[in-house]
Protein backbone atom coordinates (compact mmCIF):
# COMPACT_ATOMS: atom_id res chain seq x y z
CA UNK A 1 0.00 0.00 0.00
CA UNK A 2 0.77 3.56 -0.61
CA UNK A 3 0.36 6.75 -0.12
CA UNK A 4 0.92 9.59 -2.14
CA UNK A 5 0.75 13.41 -1.48
CA UNK A 6 0.05 16.46 -3.65
CA UNK A 7 -0.80 20.06 -4.11
CA UNK A 8 2.71 21.39 -2.48
CA UNK A 9 4.54 24.94 -3.67
CA UNK A 10 5.34 28.08 -2.75
CA UNK A 11 3.05 30.67 -1.23
CA UNK A 12 2.75 33.95 0.43
CA UNK A 13 2.03 34.77 3.50
CA UNK A 14 -1.76 35.16 4.17
CA UNK A 15 -2.28 32.33 0.79
CA UNK A 16 -4.12 29.30 0.28
CA UNK A 17 -2.80 25.85 -0.76
CA UNK A 18 -4.97 22.85 -0.74
CA UNK A 19 -2.70 19.50 -0.20
CA UNK A 20 -4.24 16.19 -1.25
CA UNK A 21 -3.18 12.72 -0.05
CA UNK A 22 -4.74 9.16 -1.89
CA UNK A 23 -3.97 5.24 -1.68
CA UNK A 24 -3.27 2.40 -3.47
CA UNK A 25 -4.21 -0.50 -1.92
CA UNK A 26 -6.26 0.83 1.00
CA UNK A 27 -9.29 2.79 1.18
CA UNK A 28 -9.55 5.62 3.08
CA UNK A 29 -12.80 6.10 4.22
CA UNK A 30 -11.98 2.96 6.83
CA UNK A 31 -9.38 4.61 8.44
CA UNK A 32 -8.31 6.99 10.35
CA UNK A 33 -5.93 9.37 8.17
CA UNK A 34 -3.67 12.43 9.54
CA UNK A 35 -1.36 15.11 8.11
CA UNK A 36 1.98 15.86 9.98
CA UNK A 37 4.33 18.39 9.08
CA UNK A 38 8.60 18.39 10.12
CA UNK A 39 10.15 22.11 9.64
CA UNK A 40 13.49 21.94 9.51
CA UNK A 41 15.14 21.72 12.60
CA UNK A 42 12.21 20.55 14.51
CA UNK A 43 10.28 17.55 15.23
CA UNK A 44 7.01 16.08 13.19
CA UNK A 45 3.71 17.21 14.55
CA UNK A 46 0.38 16.23 13.94
CA UNK A 47 -1.76 18.99 12.74
CA UNK A 48 -5.26 17.84 11.20
CA UNK A 49 -6.59 14.20 11.99
CA UNK A 50 -9.83 12.53 10.23
CA UNK A 51 -11.54 9.79 12.12
CA UNK A 52 -13.41 7.16 10.92
CA UNK A 53 -15.01 6.20 13.75
CA UNK A 54 -17.45 9.49 14.19
CA UNK A 55 -15.71 11.53 11.21
CA UNK A 56 -15.06 14.86 13.78
CA UNK A 57 -11.76 16.37 12.79
CA UNK A 58 -9.30 17.44 15.04
CA UNK A 59 -6.89 20.46 14.42
CA UNK A 60 -3.32 21.29 16.63
CA UNK A 61 -4.16 24.38 18.18
CA UNK A 62 -1.62 26.18 15.59
CA UNK A 63 -3.64 25.43 12.53
CA UNK A 64 -7.55 25.78 14.10
CA UNK A 65 -9.18 28.03 12.16
CA UNK A 66 -7.42 28.23 9.43
CA UNK A 67 -6.78 24.61 8.17
CA UNK A 68 -9.39 21.98 7.14
CA UNK A 69 -9.16 18.32 6.61
CA UNK A 70 -11.56 16.66 4.89
CA UNK A 71 -12.31 13.27 2.57
CA UNK A 72 -14.42 12.57 -0.87
CA UNK A 73 -15.24 9.70 -2.43
CA UNK A 74 -12.33 9.07 -5.03
CA UNK A 75 -10.19 8.17 -2.45
CA UNK A 76 -8.58 11.70 -1.20
CA UNK A 77 -8.17 13.30 1.86
CA UNK A 78 -7.37 17.04 1.75
CA UNK A 79 -5.50 19.51 3.98
CA UNK A 80 -7.50 23.03 3.05
CA UNK A 81 -5.02 25.28 4.23
CA UNK A 82 -5.94 29.50 4.42
CA UNK A 83 -3.81 32.57 6.06
CA UNK A 84 -0.83 30.70 5.72
CA UNK A 85 2.16 31.59 7.81
CA UNK A 86 5.90 31.04 7.55
CA UNK A 87 5.47 29.22 10.45
CA UNK A 88 3.58 26.85 8.28
CA UNK A 89 6.48 26.33 6.21
CA UNK A 90 7.21 22.86 6.39
CA UNK A 91 7.33 19.06 4.69
CA UNK A 92 3.84 17.87 5.09
CA UNK A 93 2.82 13.98 5.22
CA UNK A 94 -0.45 12.00 4.84
CA UNK A 95 -0.51 8.93 7.33
CA UNK A 96 -3.18 6.40 7.77
CA UNK A 97 -4.38 4.15 10.61
CA UNK A 98 -7.27 2.56 12.45
CA UNK A 99 -10.38 3.59 12.13
CA UNK A 100 -10.72 4.35 16.01
CA UNK A 101 -7.43 7.12 15.94
CA UNK A 102 -8.38 10.35 17.29
CA UNK A 103 -4.73 11.66 18.15
CA UNK A 104 -1.38 12.19 16.79
CA UNK A 105 0.46 9.33 18.21
CA UNK A 106 2.77 8.51 15.20
CA UNK A 107 3.44 4.46 16.44
CA UNK A 108 -0.19 4.24 15.70
CA UNK A 109 -0.43 5.05 12.24
CA UNK A 110 1.10 2.40 9.34
CA UNK A 111 1.18 3.72 6.43
CA UNK A 112 3.53 6.98 5.35
CA UNK A 113 3.43 9.23 2.78
CA UNK A 114 6.75 10.35 1.33
CA UNK A 115 5.81 13.87 2.25
CA UNK A 116 5.41 17.20 0.05
CA UNK A 117 7.37 20.46 0.90
CA UNK A 118 5.16 23.91 1.40
CA UNK A 119 6.93 27.15 1.80
CA UNK A 120 5.29 30.45 3.10
CA UNK A 121 7.87 33.21 2.00
CA UNK A 122 7.35 36.78 0.99
Known amino acids: SQLVESGGGLVQPGGFLKLACTASGLFLDYYGTAWFRQAPGKEREGVAL???????PFYADSVKGRFTISRDSSNFVHLWMTDLKPDDTATYYCAVGPSWLNDFSEKAYDYWGQGIQVSVSS
Open 50 to 56: ISKADGS
